[in-house]
């Protein structure tokens, strides 16, 4: 689980739209894309996100 407050900080890199986290992922609505959490730190690259619909 991301911290709350590191959570509160973090924007997807595409949209810069907030992420909320589901899982093992951060979710960003607006841009539909999903970013994993490999051992606890969010990989925020674009090519590592999966689209979802």
Do not use: T, W
Not at 4 to 25: F, I, N
Not at 26 to 39: Q, R, T
């Amino acid at each position: 689980m991301i911290d709350e407050a590191l959570l509160k900080l973090l924007v997807c890199p595409q949209s810069k739209a907030p992420l909320k986290q589901v899982g093992d992922e951060l979710i960003c609505e607006v841009s539909g894309l999903a970013y994993p959490i490999n051992d606890g730190i969010p990989v925020l690259l674009i090519e590592e996100a999966r689209k979802i619909s």
